[in-house]
Each structure stands twice: as C-alpha cells, then as structure tokens.
C-alpha cells in the first residue's frame, strides 16, 4: 500500500490555496507542485514546492494525484489530460460550460476504470448537511414531498473575484451555474435525479450575458416537486434549503463559509403531526459552529484511491446529472434558449 500521494495544483487562486490548506491536513497527501499563469516564479524560489505558469509543465512532474482548481472553460480540459497521464483527479465545480464537456471527461474516465474522478461539492460534507442526510436515511419523518431552495449573493462578483465569471465564453454561465449549482446538487443529493423543469431566467439587473437570477420549478419521477431561486441580487446573502416531510420538516440555514456572509449554519429539525392543525410543531435547532467540508471532501477523495474503493459522493455520474439539470434549467426558459442558443441537454 502506497502511503504518500504526491499531489500537483493547477490553477492556485483562492480557491487552490485554500485546497492546498486542506490536503495538508491530510496524511496520505504531499503537494509538491502547482500551476498558475499569475505566480511570479522568482518570488517562489524558497519554497519547497515546485511552482510553473502551465499546466502541461505541471504535468511532466512526478504527480500521482491532480487537483484542477481553473476557470470552467479549462477545467474539462485539464481534467482530461489528468486522467490521460495516468493520475486520480479531483476537479473543482463546475464540471465543465456545458454537458458536453463533462460526457468528454467521463468517455476517458471510462478509458482509465482504475484512476479516481470526483468533483467538489463541498456542500454535501458540510454539518448541516450530513445530519440532514442522517435523519432522512432514517425515515423517521417519512418521505419526502417537496422542497424549496434560495441560494443567493448580492452581485455576480463578489469580494474581488475575477471578472471572468461575468463573461459567457469562460464562465459558461452566471449565479446559478456558479452558485446555484450546489443547491441543484444537494436537491438531488436528496430526492436523485431532476426528471422536468420549468424556469424563468432573467439578466434584467446587472447586464451582463450571463443570467444574474435563475427561478426554477421541477420534479422528480416521483412527483416530489423543487423550487429554486438561485440570485446574484440577494442584498443580504442567503442559503436556505428547507425540506418537508409527511412528519416534519429540515429546514438547513446559512453556511459556513470563508466570507462569514451568509450567517450562522443551523439546522432546524420539526416534528409535526399532520392531524393536529396547530401550525406551530416543536422545533430543535442544531448550530454548526466549524467548516470542515474542505478537509472530509479530501479525506472521502483519498480513502477511494487508497482503498481502491469508487467514488460514493461527488462523483461523475452526479456531476452529469446537476450539469444535466443546470441546462435544463437554462433550456426550458424559451426566450433564454432562444437568445444563447443553448442546446437541448
């Protein structure tokens, strides 16, 4: 058993640094290397870690393992080459600027059954989540009938991301495939897969060819019915994902996150009893008071490859199918299909 991974980055911004925090916290793993077009190399001579300004220079180290933290445009691709080398690869979302891109991936994935792909969805590992998960596992509040999402920030870039996001030919899309997609995740995450859908999405605010709020309503194959509001005109940030139940209700709000902008996390457990109409059911609120989704989304990618084991969460198939409903969501809003010419997922 192999039991130090060396591991390259590509693409170090903040999101990469911040995944490089969080792979050193890890036993099996070893950076020794990392990609970006920004990194001034002179300044990073004292370091014990190899840096470069390409990724096709990163790959010719001795890698076994590649985290690919780019724009969506490159992500794809460099997931690509990654599993073309030979190395396990863990791909920031999105997946990729369209469904194509990610039925590319998977057709070399498939190629390569021995190499690890999983994507990050650092949504699924955080506290509120996983308890969430616990208690509907548990069916103690029987099943599920429908659920309601808001996931929103108050402008399309926020605290100094780059402007890229706003541009159509890198981005792929706005809030909801930035943003949104996590609540389109954790949705499935709960109920599988979206099977119809029906939206409204407007770029009415801030102008840009991108769509700054999306409003969607879907279903499963069991009818059990999804609203969503993904919005970059959020004034206040929110994340609100509530779900109910024949017995009760979870209700999952605020996140951990590096801005602290979107509140405490909690989640709120209600038990009801649906012949009593008294509108007001006993209620227990759990605080979640410490992120650690980065480091056990790391830790589940690093168990797979250690103990050969597939990728139980975040893996391809779930990419495929948010990606799938994201432009769904997209398409079954006439004028926006019409007016960006997106295609039929």
Not at 197 to 220: P, R
Not at 249 to 278: H, Q, V
Request: proline share 3%.
């Amino acid at each position: 058993m192999k039991h130090e991974y060396r591991v390259g980055i590509a693409g170090y911004g903040v999101v990469g640094k911040r995944r490089h925090l969080a792979i050193e916290k890890n036993k099996y793993l070893n950076v020794i290397a990392v990609c970006d077009k920004n990194i001034n190399q002179k300044n990073e001579k004292s370091s014990k870690v190899l840096f470069f300004n390409n990724y096709k220079d990163l790959l010719k180290t001795p890698i076994d393992i590649l985290f690919v933290c780019m724009t969506n445009d490159i992500n794809p691709i460099v997931t690509i080459a990654g599993l073309q080398k030979g190395l396990h690869v863990f791909c920031e979302k999105p997946p990729g600027r369209s469904v194509r891109d990610v039925l590319e991936t998977i057709k070399i994935e498939k190629k390569n059954k021995k190499l690890k792909l999983m994507y990050g969805f650092n949504h699924r590992f955080h506290g509120s989540v996983q308890k969430a998960l616990e208690i509907t596992k548990k069916n103690s509040l029987g099943k599920i009938i429908n659920l309601r999402g808001v996931y929103g920030k108050s402008q399309l870039i926020t605290f100094n991301q780059p402007l890229w996001r706003t541009k159509r030919e890198i981005a792929g899309g706005g809030v909801l495939l930035d943003q949104g997609i996590h609540m389109v995740d954790l949705m499935q995450l709960f109920i599988g897969k979206i099977t119809e859908v029906n939206s409204f999405i407007t770029n009415n605010f801030w102008k840009y060819n991108v769509e700054d709020n999306a409003y969607a309503i879907m279903k499963n194959k069991e009818d059990v019915v999804c609203m969503l509001h993904s919005s970059a005109t959020q004034w206040r940030h929110r994340f609100e994902l509530d779900i109910n139940f024949e017995k009760g209700n979870l209700i999952l709000s605020g996140i951990l996150s590096s801005s602290k902008s979107y509140g405490f996390e909690s989640l709120t457990i209600i038990k009801a009893d649906p012949t009593k109409d008294n509108g007001s059911p006993k209620e227990e609120k759990i605080l979640f008071y410490e992120d650690k989704s980065w480091e056990m989304e790391i830790n589940e990618f690093t168990k797979s490859i250690v103990n050969d084991k597939k990728i139980s969460s975040g893996n391809s198939q779930d990419a495929l199918n948010t990606i799938k409903t994201i432009y769904a969501i997209y398409y079954a809003d006439k004028k926006w299909r019409q007016k960006f010419s997106i295609p039929k997922p």
